[in-house]
């Protein structure tokens, strides 16, 4: 029998968290207020890293933190008594890449498994081994592998893998870069990245200074180091069989739709495998949900082969998206078909609404009927998060997404 690997999603903030959760994720992976790569991703204080917790556990799911910058001397003082309080309110696991932290997070947090980050860049059975030997639990892959190279890894290793499989490339080696350290003094291996690997660029000669070439025969300029997104749905099947134990979701910086959505077409894919893996097809709604949220085109990455110009976008840094997230579900009352909507985007009477939900069936509607938090009928929702109740045509259930197409 195939053994289901887990589906870990990024959780941002609380509320990304809960998506996460409910919409089918088996784990999620967050942020403290320090410590972390995501230093602009929202992240949890104390008293939020205790409730994101509870409230998984309460779901017998799991929360990883990441503690996986590359600190200075200065970083590690406060760091023994943040690993004693992770250990405390009994995270899942520390997510670490550097030695030294490792070496704290033994001795602070001796009851937490050591999860090892892709920024490790982990490429080979040899190195995986070394940090099994030295406690880790788990091992993230890192990305410049080929699916085959993770196929050795298994064969040879006897730890958990975990493998990037959706969300945003980063330019340098495994999420390793200096460009925003060189460009505006954020370090993007201490948390502060600026991104600017997704700027547009053209080239300067030094002998002619304030003459702007183009990289390629575009006025515009380029952007020269903006990848395309990951995205091995499609190709679930030969991810599930490389016997990787977690499918790792980019994307704590991402909104609340993006989560919900990602991470329900992958539970449904990698459900219907699991289930019946001879019998498998992949469905196209799976694939139409991945266009919904907002997105670069999709690579493979390196999993098949070395990428090429092909898994760049040279012409622009733009995102793609068939459908806006114009309200959230609240709650619902099934004795008069009203829900209570927390708006999210400009909603008016007569506009098609896409009805988006963790567990009951989605459908679509016309909203025809609205009112505002006084009980005055109103025409249009334009206030952001303004609560509405609004009829609906079929049940719904709280946390439900509505959106309507671009």
Known sequence: MIK????????????????ALIYGADAVYLGGKAFGLRAFGGNFDNDELKEAVDFAHGLNKKVYVTVNIYPHNSDMEKLPEYLAFLNDIKVDALLVADLGVFSFARQYAPDVEIHISTQANNTNWVSVN??????AARVVLAREMSLGEIRTIREKCDVELEMFVHGAMCISYSGRCLMSNYMTGRDSNRGSCAQPC????????????????PVEEDERGTYIFNSKDMCLLPHLPDVIESGVDSLKIEGRMKSVHYVASIVKAYRAAIDSYCQSPDGFQLKQEWIDELGKVSHRQYTTGFYYNKPTADDQIYGSSSYEQTSDFVGLVL??????GFA???????????????????NLPGYRMILAEMYNDEGEAIEVAPHPQQIVRMKMVHPVEPYAILRRDV
């Open 130 to 135: 070394a940090w099994k030997d030295m406690g």
């Open 340 to 358: 209570t909507v927390e708006q999210r985007n400009n909603m008016k009477l007569g506009q098609e609404i896409e009805v988006f939900q963790p």
């Open 198 to 213: 997704r700027w547009k660029y053209s080239l300067v000669e030094e002998k002619r200074p304030g003459q702007y070439f």
């Open 4 to 19: 289901k690997p887990e589906l870990l999603a990024p959780a941002g903030n609380m509320e990304k968290l809960k998506m």
């Open 331 to 336: 709650a619902y009352d099934e004795a008069t």
